[in-house]
Structures are given as C-alpha cells and as structure tokens.
C-alpha cells in the first residue's frame, strides 16, 4: 500500500513501513487515521462474522478517494477472494452472490453518492462515496421472508444465468444455518395473493441503449409509479406521493448530475 510516498505492507497481526520512521510527537500513522478505518478495520479483516465485517469493510473502503477509478475493484480483490472463502459463495461484481439483496440495498447518509464511470449502477463499486449497508440480525429469515427477486446477470452477448443457485453451489453448506444466505424463497405472489408464480424475466428486453462491457441485471417483478416531491435538493431527498398527493415515503436520490430533473 502507498500513502504519502510511503510503503506500507500489512498483514492481520502486523505493519511493516519501507524505511524505518522514528516516531516523534509530531508524527501521525496514516494507517492509523481516522480515513482508513482507526483500530477497527483490522477487525472487521479477520471476518469472524463475515456478512456483518464485509459491510463494515465497505463502509470504510468507499469513502476512500482513487487517483485512477478504476482501481476500485483491484485494490479489493485479495480481501474479496478471503471473504467469498468465509461466505461460502462467488461474488458478482463484488456482491456476495448467496446474501445479493443484503449489499445490493445499500445506501449513502449525509451525502449524495456520484456515479462512477465504466461500473454498473446495481452495485457500490458504481458510485463514488462512502456506502452502507444495513445487516439484520436475522439474515437467514430476512432473505427467506423479505426478499423474493430472482435475480439473473445478463452479458453482453445476451446470455442470462441466475446469480445465485444453490444446487450449483456445491461449497455452500445449506444445512449449516450459521453460514448466511439464500436457501427457500417465498415468491411475490404467493405472499400477496398475486395470479404470478413467475421469476424469469423476458427473453427480449427493450431498450435503445447499446449494451455495456459489464453485465447487467435481469429480474421481474412488481412495479408501481409514484410522484415524487422534493424535500431537500442540496441532499438529494424527496418525498414519495401516493395517487392522492399525500407524502408515503422518503427516497434518496443518486447521481443527479446524471439525471434531468434541473
């Protein structure tokens, strides 16, 4: 690691500097700082609970600035290999593929996060700026009963696969409730009395656009419209309407610079 024309190596248990620095009272360790993470990252690296550290891992990692943006997905790639070890499961576009809704709903506070270029949108490393995301203490009962997407990746070539099946996953332990992740599902329809029992999405999407070098997400499900009124523009958030005009909801909104709503 680089920081400040200085060497740094790193390992779970020690920190080796390119030269030797004598420490005075004027001295401050950039490994130390408060921006990459204080006493607690090397924490969250020995992954004893590895859904939760994987997020906390993000939440500090994000907000981190990159000379060249796309070294956010290299600069991760070691801790990334050690977390999909932990998780049981591959990752897609740095999202653990066996917990996708988990770190798929992440969000931002206090800030609005701006887009990065040549990085899907579905996923963090697609936005500048430091994300969240929220674990439940009860991640196996979430995902079973929260959650109800099928979620397929789409190349570019046209080709759609599921991102996450756990027949195909031999290393994941399904009858290991400790390890974190998607095992039954309950379908949008049964749970809403919706005449739906279906989770793949269109053979043909529509779309004017040129397809990306990444691949996108594909999924289907239920869609609702709603009007939104803005609640504080500097901050990007909003309030949902319903049909009525009544305030329902709060929505942040993203990469503004991107849209047209100025």
Known sequence: ?????????????????????D???????????????????????????PVQDWGDILMYYSERTFSNQNDVQLAMAGITRRVSERMKCPFFQRLPTATFD????????SMILRKRRGFPSYTWTGWIGRVICDNSTETNDWLRFHTWIIWYKRSSAGITNPIWDIVANDSFPAHDESVLGYRERSG???????????TTPSDNPISSRDPPDYPMLQFWTMALDFTISWSDVMNGTA????RSGIKCGKVAMDGLEDDGFF
């Open 102 to 109: 988990v770190f798929f709903l992440f969000h931002t506070q």
């Open 1 to 21: 690691m680089f920081v400040d024309n200085q060497m740094y190596f790193r390992c779970q248990t020690s920190r080796y500097a390119e030269d030797l620095i």
């Open 239 to 242: 309030y949902v309407l319903d």
């Open 23 to 49: 420490p005075t009272n004027n001295y401050t360790d950039p490994l130390d700082s408060e921006s990459f993470g204080g006493s607690l990252l090397p924490l969250y690296v020995k992954l004893e609970e």
């Open 188 to 198: 949008f329809g049964v749970r809403h009395c919706i005449q739906s029992l279906r």
